[in-house]
């Protein structure tokens, strides 16, 4: 009997398959080691298959939509209220193959292996920074330790590391602990120049893209911010409008109403929490610059005078998300209110 629906659970080396007939009739449960996945699916007739989101799932996505199947990904979150009792290996792929055919289910449109790699340049990218933050708070503590202080932000962080180059105080100390200091500062200049090499792949994928070229013409998004939300969202038209994106990124209020009651709380912090970092950060640079010329953008100006700028911030950043989804989904530029009035 052929399957016309199959779930797959997809893990590291063991994959469990869960297959349906036209009448609902299950006609596969069985578990395929990695190395059969396409001998196995490459026998099987054409078919929807339907796999949760995660790690390894855009590669099987592209990989089985050659061998001519219907590969749809969704949200694992999702997935889960079809999963009946027990979690296993095997309910899960039940649940996958009844989640694919819900006609009010969302699904994630498959990455190609270029827009995957400039996310890991961001994701390398962001863990190297976090590195070099943790390298320059030790560094910051040891010193410390020894009544040597010296100013937040980069000049400060100059005369540490020249501090542990060029003060004889140092000097002075045990072998072993100045080996310790110096071993810091050798990591931290390693780090900053790979950091830095990074930045320039990051900026010849800029070029290199229109859709990052259009979305860097937003304030507040810069290069970084535009090539991770080209990277991240493949296909605008997932999204029935600009709010559905603010929502998914996580920058709209979190309801909990009922009753007819409407009860907003705080931004619900739901979706990918990188791009929402990027443009709270991005926010954040915007308002700073209305504070000191409140011409540029009014309405910014007049919520500074009622909110708090980390609240103001947010509301940029929503704002964002939606000039961003219209530039993806329409196409053109970012026009400023009055440019646009003009026109």
């Known amino acids: 009997m052929q399957a016309t629906t199959i779930g797959i ?205 259009r979305l860097e013409s937003i304030p507040g998004i810069g290069v970084i911010g535009a090539t991770a939300i080209a990277a991240t969202i493949t296909d605008p038209g997932a999204f029935k409008s600009g709010r559905d994106l603010a929502a998914w990124i996580g920058l709209v209020p979190k309801q909990n109403s009922t009753g007819g009651k409407e009860r907003l709380g705080s931004i619900s912090k739901q979706g990918d929490r990188y791009l929402r970092r990027l443009l709270v950060a991005g926010a954040m640079a915007v308002v700073q610059h209305v504070r000191q010329h409140p011409e540029k953008h009014p309405w910014i100006a007049r919520l500074l005078d009622r909110k708090p700028a980390k609240v103001v911030a947010i509301a940029v950043a929503n704002k964002s998300a939606r000039i961003a989804w219209a530039i993806m989904s329409k196409g053109g530029t970012y026009r400023a209110p009055a440019l646009a009035t003009a026109v």
């Open 9 to 213: 659970d997809i893990a590291k080396n063991v994959f469990q398959v869960h297959g349906v007939d036209e009448a609902g009739k299950v006609v596969i449960v069985r578990q395929l080691r990695r190395k059969q996945m396409i001998e196995v699916f490459g026998k099987l007739s054409p078919c929807l298959i339907g796999m949760e989101a995660c790690a390894t799932a855009h590669y099987w996505a592209r990989e089985l939509t050659k061998l001519g199947h219907e590969v749809r990904l969704m949200p694992p979150a999702y997935v889960k209220a079809y999963v009946r009792r027990q979690k296993n290996d095997a309910a899960d792929a039940a649940a996958i193959c009844e989640a694919v055919t819900r006609p009010s289910m969302r699904f994630v449109a498959v990455k190609t292996p270029e827009q995957q790699a400039t996310l890991t340049i961001h994701r390398t990218r962001a863990l190297l920074i976090s590195q070099r933050t943790q390298l320059i708070n030790a560094l910051r503590a040891h010193l410390a330790e020894l009544g040597l202080i010296a100013d937040q932000g980069r000049d400060g962080l100059a005369r540490l590391v020249a501090m542990v180059k060029e003060d004889r105080t140092l000097r002075a100390l045990p072998t072993a602990m100045l080996h310790a200091l110096q071993a810091l500062v050798a990591q931290l200049a390693s780090l900053q120049q790979q950091i830095g090499d990074l930045d320039r792949c990051l900026m010849v994928q800029f070029r290199a893209s229109d859709v990052s070229r």
